[in-house]
């Protein structure tokens, strides 16, 4: 996918379940799997007057949402049908694991239906995406 900000929308919806602690380890596990697979939503280093560097951010908002489990996994169902929703799901079972070995043998072992959804990351166009997010609280 190739995000445009003047088009699209991105999100992270939580588990309103989670401890802070967990929470905050998906969302940074979603954004860095956002940046690392979408092209163009991150932007360049900029520098500042005095030739520091700082790298580049995301080109538009990151808002972090909050509700149920289920609605969750319902988001990751309506999403996967959508050719123009980019979805990054995060599991209970990949916070579980120590290593990413550990997280990939056991995630290899068990049918995507059985895997508890704690966390979805959403990019897509703004309209579609805030039809699917807008009645969902902030996290705060």
Known sequence: MKFDASQHRSTIIIDKDLSPGLAINAASVIGMSFGHTVE???GPD???ADAVNYPGVIYAPLPILL??????????SIAETDEEIYTMPFSALAQ???TYDEYGERISAV???HIELV????????K??????GNLGLYK
């Open 67 to 76: 509700a149920p489990g289920a609605y969750i996994q319902e988001l990751l």
């Open 119 to 126: 966390a979805i990351g959403l990019i897509g166009p703004k």
């Open 40 to 42: 163009n939503l991150v």
């Open 46 to 48: 900029m520098q500042s």
């Open 96 to 98: 579980s694991c120590k």
């Open 111 to 113: 049918s995507s239906n």
């Open 128 to 133: 579609k995406i805030t039809r699917l997010t």
